[in-house]
T-cell receptor, first 115, second 110 residues
Framework: DAGVIQSPRHEVTEMGQEVTLRCKPI?????LFWYRQTMMRGLELLIY????????DSGMPEDRFSAKMPNASFSTLKIQPSEPRDSAVYFC?????????????FGPGTRLTVL | GENVEQHPSTLSVQEGDSAVIKCTYS??????FPWYKQELGKGPQLIID?????GEKKDQRIAVTLNKTAKHFSLHITETQPEDSAVYFC?????????FGPGTRLSVLP
């Protein structure tokens, strides 16, 4: 298996622009997670899906952030409008069973820089 | 909710020495304790995990111990090698909850 795939790997944009991050989970995994990593706050869970349905989005920082999972093999995280404080590495992860007792497989991340 | 603390935040050891990273958690309901390794420019990858019905688990040079009474668990790396240099994260989970610790940057000096 190719593992979790994320695109783009790097994104540089200007404040106010819309940013869309993409993720393809491991085939057969029913859970998908979006995380944000910064030096100050470490790894933060933003949102997770089960069978394409958002289960917990309490970690989404603001209404500027939105996530969708239109099918089992694709998810997007959108930031509109973007701000410099959104600069971070965004990870997508997937797991077979999900919840707090299963291995999460992480993608390589998208490094976002908002100027 | 669950809170996971991790110490130390940075650790430097000489090649061949052992390294120990400790984590504590707050929620006694947690029953799954994985450790992830993150190399520069990559996502975290699972290296070992332990469940609450086990006190210790080993995989070659890596071992994890769990003390449920004290609510702490530790990662032990023996005979460290330069390729062990990375950031290590512990985590604690149960049900639909899963919380990462803040991470430990391990440097193995040649």
């Amino acid at each position: 298996d190719a593992g979790v795939i994320q695109s783009p790997r790097h994104e540089v944009t200007e404040m106010g622009q819309e940013v869309t991050l993409r993720c393809k989970p491991i085939s057969g995994h029913d859970y998908l997670f979006w995380y944000r990593q910064t030096m100050m706050r470490g790894l933060e869970l933003l949102i997770y899906f089960n069978n394409n349905v958002p289960i917990d989005d309490s970690g989404m920082p603001e209404d500027r952030f939105s996530a969708k999972m239109p099918n089992a093999s694709f998810s997007t995280l959108k930031i509109q409008p973007s701000e410099p404080r959104d600069s971070a590495v965004y990870f997508c992860a997937s797991s077979l069973v999900g919840g707090g007792t299963d291995t999460q497989y992480f993608g390589p991340g998208t490094r976002l820089t908002v100027l | 909710g669950e809170n996971v603390e991790q110490h130390p935040s940075t650790l430097s050891v000489q090649e061949g020495d052992s390294a120990v990273i400790k984590c504590t958690y707050s929620d006694s309901a947690s029953n799954y304790f994985p450790w992830y390794k993150q190399e520069l420019g990559k996502g975290p990858q699972l290296i070992i995990d332990i469940r609450s019905n086990v006190g210790e688990k080993k995989d070659q040079r890596i071992a994890v111990t769990l003390n449920k009474t004290a609510k702490h668990f530790s990662l032990h790396i023996t005979e460290t090698q330069p390729e062990d240099s990375a950031v290590y994260f512990c985590a604690a989970g149960y049900g639909q909850n899963f919380v990462f610790g803040p991470g430990t940057r391990l440097s193995v000096l040649p």
